[in-house]
Every structure is written in structure tokens, then in C-alpha cells.
């Protein structure tokens, strides 16, 4: 069997681990960058329950009028260090995927690296690698 797609992406930002963590793990700061470039700000809405074992869920629309929402479970949560949690669309609840956060010290900011795995198939690693990278721009612009 082929092993699934997975996606590694890594991006500096201008803040420290405890605010990278908290812009992932409060809702009121999610809703304000999550979503790829296309994403309508002001449709991102979030419910986090950030504790091993926790749910969340995220939904928002994009500027074509479509309605993406995504949840999963939180698998590993250590403060201002490492976010683990399952990843699956409601549209494909069976396409589990499994994203895995790091945030290190760098200097004044933060090296965050995000892993993607267990992706369904390359069209949807590639898709992901789009939103993600569009979602991590915004991210880092939050501290610019």
C-alpha cells in the first residue's frame, strides 16, 4: 500500500511561542486569519476545546460562495510548544488527516512548522499545501 501525502510547511513569525499558541488555541484570535487567501474574513467562525481529547470545529465561506468546514480532535496540547489534533472536512467526515503544530523559539519570533499527514491522496495534499500556505501568510501578518 502507498504511504499517504503528507505536507510540511515552515514559516517565521515576528511574535513569541505563547502568542503563536494563543492565536491558535483562542477563538476569537483564530477567526481572525484562519481560512486561505480566499477566505471571507468576516464568515470564519470557530468553537475550540483545546485539551487532549477536545473538539473543534471551524467553518467559513471562500469568495466563490462556498462553505468549507473542517474539525477534528485535539490529540496533544503543550502550551506555547506543539498543537496536535485529527483534520477532516464535513463534506469527506471518512478523509481523516492527522496536523501537527511546532512552534520554537527563534530569536524575537517563532519558527512554526506545520505537518499535514495522512492525506487522502496528491490532489488533496495539494489543496491542503494551497490553503495552508495562504493561512500561514495571514498568520504571520497578524504580527507584522
Known amino acids: 500500500m502507498l504511504a499517504k501525502p503528507s505536507i510540511t510547511l515552515k514559516r517565521r513569525i515576528k511574535a513569541s511561542p505563547a502568542k503563536v499558541f494563543a492565536a491558535w488555541t483562542q477563538a476569537e484570535k483564530l477567526v481572525r486569519w484562519f481560512g486561505p487567501h480566499e477566505t471571507l474574513v468576516e464568515t470564519v467562525k470557530a468553537e475550540l476545546d483545546v485539551r487532549p481529547g477536545g473538539k473543534y470545529r471551524a467553518s467559513f465561506k471562500t469568495q466563490d460562495g462556498e462553505y468549507h468546514e473542517v474539525g477534528g480532535v485535539y490529540r496533544e496540547v503543550i502550551p506555547d510548544q506543539r498543537l496536535q489534533f485529527t483534520w477532516s472536512w464535513h463534506s469527506t467526515p471518512e478523509r481523516e488527516s492527522l496536523v501537527t503544530i511546532t512552534m ?18 496528491q490532489k488533496a495534499a495539494d489543496g491542503h499545501k494551497h490553503g495552508w500556505t495562504g493561512t500561514l501568510e495571514k498568520l504571520a501578518a497578524e504580527f507584522d
Do not use: K, V, W, Y
Not at 527563534?106 to 512548522?113: E, H, I, K, N, P
Open 104 to 121: 520554537m523559539p527563534d530569536g524575537q519570533g517563532t519558527m512554526l512548522t506545520l505537518l499535514h499527514e495522512q492525506l487522502f491522496d
